[in-house]
């Protein structure tokens, strides 16, 4: 099944063709990384999927309808979340009270309930806060749940990043970048947490720039290249492709990067 459309797509900014005739399909419950160099046009295309940006030509389909276009806060009510390369937390609100912010889709609100406090809403953000303690754990935060989010380490930061959208219940989740800046270990533990997100029944679109990484999660790669598709295929494909070791990965970096089979 087909979860995420894209045909045809263009974008243009004055005289800068950022994404060119871009058409590519993400099968639902699969790991789908877009891959190139810097100035591909990758952020861009997560701007124009999540409604950040409305697209010169072309069409965007989200589980068979078209989204070209619609604004950021239908979307992610449709399930279609993502994170951004940027850290976008709180500091001054905890851990638990950053990822309660992801669900504001799904609190009961109002301002006369709230002000007078009824028990729907008393309900309704104690159910918040119970789900944002469990998203907390899952990504593997649960010691951080009272600390302020400027206090806590920036692996981890990234880590709550991705719990606050998943706090948004997606189908789709778009992962911009989620280990630039990590160390190692801090990679790992993102390369980990993104094949829990997977089997946990959520779609994954991933840009980012560690190849070993990508190499070792991905069921498919988009490569891109100056807003155009340069290749895709499965990461063995990917790393064989002379026009992707070419403009890309290069001799040496095709040779260092481990596929799939070989990552542990």
Do not use: W
Not at 14 to 29: N, P
Not at 41 to 57: C, V
Not at 234 to 240: D, F, V
């Amino acid at each position: 099944m087909t979860i995420l459309a894209v045909e045809d797509l263009c974008k243009d900014f004055g005289g800068v063709h950022a994404i060119q005739g871009l058409s590519f399909q993400v099968r639902a419950g699969s790991i789908h990384s877009i891959i190139g160099p810097n100035g591909a046009g990758k952020t861009t295309l997560f701007n124009l999927i999540t409604g950040l940006y409305a697209p010169s030509r072309g069409r965007i389909a989200f589980l068979d309808e078209p989204i070209a276009g619609q604004p950021p806060h239908r979307l992610a009510g449709m399930g279609l979340l993502r994170t951004f390369q940027n850290l976008q937390v709180f500091d001054t609100m905890t851990a638990t009270e950053n990822v309660m912010v992801g669900r504001h889709l799904h609190i009961l609100r109002g301002l006369v309930p709230s002000l007078l406090r009824l028990p729907g809403i008393v309900r309704s953000d104690r159910d918040a806060r119970e789900r944002s303690l469990q998203l907390l754990d899952f990504v593997g935060l649960s010691a951080y749940a009272d600390m302020p989010a400027g206090a806590m380490p920036y692996g981890a930061l990234k880590r709550l990043e991705i719990a606050r959208a998943l706090a948004g219940e997606p189908k789709l989740l778009l992962l911009d970048e989620p280990a630039a800046g990590c160390n190692a270990t801090e990679t790992k533990e993102i390369d980990t947490l993104i094949q829990r997100v997977a089997a946990a029944g959520i779609t994954v679109v991933l840009v980012e720039h560690d190849m070993s990484l990508v190499m070792g999660i991905s069921d498919h790669i988009l490569v891109l290249d100056y807003g155009r598709k340069l290749a895709e295929g499965t990461a063995a494909q990917i790393r064989a492709n002379p026009a992707v070791i070419e403009a890309y990965l290069g001799t040496e970096g095709a040779d260092a990067v481990p596929l799939a089979a070989d990552a542990g």
